[in-house]
């Protein structure tokens, strides 16, 4: 059976990979007809997609849905439309003197790789295949996607739609649980890109190096918020909460902790809970809220808290509507903000991924600084407030994949900026002209000209007084 898989993911690439070098060079314009019919895919099926998703977390938000998964999916595709002519002139090059004198000329060719690999998450499973796709598919790449197992629905019908959308030898999704993942990351694609954890990641990139595949990984991590102590305490703490409660803490970028001067701490957590009933009054019986995607996801986020707890934590539960979760049998989880945090604790060893909120007290600002540069890089950094050299202090001596100052998440939102992570939190990025980038090769040619330049400049045996010459020169 495994070994059908593997066959039937190999017989898929090999024929992407055929038909991609028997058509070079494509013309743009079918490069735009593929992302025009991903946009189509998305546009005619949105609203079965978002039910989709909705039946497979239990309870998520259709607006929701269409505004992350779909929406913001296919302005990624209009973006890519409109900006891939540019992203992919080539560039004339310098050559060093006098070779230009002499007719050398040198350029850049930003080429496609051929057949790409997908693996993507469950937490936004529409937009991290599509997402990249649109770039892939910018790039002039066919594409194998993976989709999460978790969101099983959800990927059914992304194949069945793209079966519907697309020839094979374009566009394939390849279902299956995380077998069929790990035999996936083993084809040897022209390039791989992986969503997920840091954990799976590891493997990806094990995998793929036997095939010297190169990976593009976007990983996840603790993305901390850092409030300076002239923040605007109500006004944070509404962003933070808006970051941390959509899709219930799911997101690889939602704030994982807060880093908070210690004598603004009751404002910090004043803040975000007022923040927290402003969006939803109720929670169990509330459509916006998410649901934990799985039992085991939900049990993993109790066991955080319970373990914070038993170590001497202190928990609050931000509860606006007063509800009873014991016997709700829904897999929602209200927001947990814990206090008296330490590195003893679970729930500040790994990334949360989920309505869990710890919160860490500085004197000095400093403290914050060296607490983040003492763990891993993460993804996102957040830094509130109106002091603009603290705000440089924090960018400039701390690392991580990208940054919003004065709210949290919105960096990934531009589509100009590039999206990925650093170590821990990942490698290479995507969104912007880097994506296109990373999707292509980047392929050097330099033209000759017709005068022998290797003799000329003394390159060829039989050595003498020329090579000295130039020895010299390139010396000097
Ligand atoms: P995951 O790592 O468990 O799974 C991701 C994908 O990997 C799935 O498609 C799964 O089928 C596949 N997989 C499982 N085992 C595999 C193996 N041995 N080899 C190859 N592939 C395998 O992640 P998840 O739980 O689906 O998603 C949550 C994680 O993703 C969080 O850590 C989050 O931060 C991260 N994430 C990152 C981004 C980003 O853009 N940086 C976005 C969303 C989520």
């Excluded at 109790?302 to 202190?314: F, I, N, T, Y």
């Excluded at 814990?338 to 003893?344: E, K």
């Excluded at 950094?381 to 701390?398: A, C, I, M, N």
């Amino acid at each position: 059976m495994a070994e059908d898989r593997r066959q039937e993911m190999e017989r898929i690439l090999q024929l992407q990979r055929d038909t991609f070098t028997a058509n070079r060079p494509e013309p743009m314009a079918k490069r735009k007809d593929r992302i025009k019919r991903a946009i189509a895919l998305l546009k005619d099926n949105g609203k079965d997609l978002a039910k989709t998703m909705n039946a497979d977390f239990g309870n998520r938000s259709n607006y929701q849905s269409m505004l992350t998964d779909i929406a913001g999916t296919v302005s990624a595709g209009r973006d890519a439309l409109k900006r891939m002519d540019g992203w992919s002139q080539g560039e004339k090059r310098k050559v060093q003197f006098p070779l230009g004198l002499l007719g050398a000329k040198a350029e850049v060719r930003y080429e496609p790789k051929g057949v790409i690999g997908i693996l993507s998450p469950w937490n936004f499973p529409v937009n991290l295949a599509f997402g990249p796709l649109m770039q892939v598919f910018a790039a002039g790449n066919r594409a194998m996607i993976k989709p999460s197992e978790f969101t099983e629905k959800t990927s059914l019908l992304m194949k069945e739609l793209v079966d519907e959308y697309f020839t094979p030898d374009e566009l394939a999704v390849i279902t299956g649980g995380p077998e069929v993942a790990a035999t996936f990351s083993t084809l040897p694609f022209d390039h791989l890109v992986f969503t997920g954890s840091t954990a799976t990641g590891r493997r990806v990139m094990e995998a793929a190096a036997a095939n010297l595949v190169p990976v593009t990984l976007e990983l996840g991590g603790k993305s901390p918020v850092v409030m300076g102590r002239d923040s605007d305490f109500a006004k944070a703490g509404e962003r933070i909460a808006m970051g941390k409660m959509m899709n219930a803490g799911q997101i690889c970028l939602a704030p994982d902790y807060m880093y908070v001067p210690a004598d603004r701490e009751e404002d910090a957590i004043a803040g975000v809970s007022q923040g927290v009933a402003n969006m939803y009054p109720t929670l169990l019986e509330n459509d916006d809220y998410a649901s934990i995607v799985s039992d085991r996801h939900f049990e993993r986020l109790q066991g955080l808290v319970a373990d914070a707890r038993e170590k001497g934590a202190e928990v609050i539960e931000v509860n606006p509507g007063g509800e009873d979760f014991s016997n709700a049998n829904v897999r929602k989880m209200p927001l947990n903000i814990l206090r008296g945090v330490n590195d003893d604790m679970k729930v500040m060893q790994e990334e949360i991924f989920g309505p869990v909120l710890p919160v860490k007290t500085y004197g000095q600002i400093d403290e914050a600084i060296d607490y983040v540069n003492s763990h891993d890089r993460p993804l996102g950094l957040y830094y509130f407030g109106q002091d603009k050299r603290e705000q440089e202090q924090v960018l400039s001596r701390t690392i991580s994949g990208g940054v919003t100052t004065n709210d949290v998440v919105f960096h990934v939102s531009m589509e100009d900026l590039p999206f990925g992570g650093v170590g821990p939190s990942g490698m290479g990025a995507y969104h912007a002209v880097e994506g296109f980038r990373e999707f292509s090769h980047t392929r050097a040619v330099y033209h000759q000209p017709k005068i022998d330049i290797a003799k000329l400049g003394g390159f060829k045996p039989p050595y003498g007084k020329a090579t000295a010459k130039a020895i010299k020169t390139m010396m000097k």
